[in-house]
């Protein structure tokens, strides 16, 4: 049935086919005008993982999820599908992300590849970690409470990290120079291990709103 769910979504998203179109030409130009294809690698994947929560809101318009569960499908299996597809968006984006910028960037000589696929594997896990966190605040709070209490998390989110530097600058280390300090390998393994990380919360993610979609009533 996962199949027939991530079919009906894309077919919803295909009345959206022209923002979609707009949302590649604005990569493209970005890729061409701009040499920081560290913002080229991270807009689209997030721009276009936030179509999940559109699907969402389409099949809760008009109390569309109570003729949705009348058909032979598990509510663990919608909420597996929400994060399929979350991943497929934001993955397919995020691959040619990758294309996009190396072949601009070779065309330019502004930056090396290695450098661009050390960036690229560096935000998969900030996409990752944001599917994990919006997927269940929609599905418990529905469009425009959702929208609000995910706000607020990254909010929070965002305090903690400063916190964090903040305290590492009091005690003398610079996390930045640090990081720019690493060897290759080291990164490799830091990224790698920070990626490992970001799917075992994702996966945690899913069994949170897989609980929250079971106690929801239509």
């Given amino acids: 049935m996962m199949k027939g769910l991530l079919i009906k979504d894309f077919q919803l998203m295909k009345g959206q086919k022209n923002f979609f179109f707009l949302i590649f030409i604005i990569e493209i130009a970005m890729a061409a005008f701009s040499d920081d294809f560290s913002f080229i690698l991270g807009f689209l994947p997030f721009?276009?993982?936030l179509f999940t929560l559109s699907t969402i809101s389409y099949d809760e318009f008009d109390n569309g999820n109570a003729f949705l569960f009348t058909l032979p499908i598990s509510r663990t299996c919608y909420t597996a599908e929400k994060y399929c597809l979350a991943l497929l968006l934001g993955g397919g984006a995020w691959i040619f992300a990758v294309i996009?910028?190396?072949?601009?960037?070779l065309s330019k000589k502004t930056a090396d590849v290695s450098e661009i696929l050390m960036v690229a594997v560096m935000i998969l896990p900030s996409l990752l970690l944001i599917q994990a966190v919006m997927i269940p605040f929609h599905l418990k709070f529905g469009g425009e409470?959702?929208?609000?209490?995910l706000i607020g998390a990254l909010g929070v989110l965002s305090i903690i990290v400063a916190v964090i530097v903040?305290?590492?600058?009091?005690?003398?280390?610079?996390i930045i120079n640090t990081i720019n300090n690493l060897q290759m390998s080291s990164m490799g393994l830091m990224a790698a291990v920070i990626l490992i990380a970001a799917v075992i919360v994702l996966l945690v993610s899913m069994?949170?709103?897989s609980k929250i979609m079971s106690r929801k009533e239509f």
């Fill in 47 to 49: 721009v276009l993982s």
């Fill in 166 to 174: 903040k305290a590492a600058e009091m005690l003398g280390i610079d």
């Fill in 100 to 105: 996009t910028a190396i072949v601009f960037s």
């Fill in 207 to 209: 069994k949170i709103s």
């Fill in 145 to 149: 409470k959702g929208r609000i209490a």
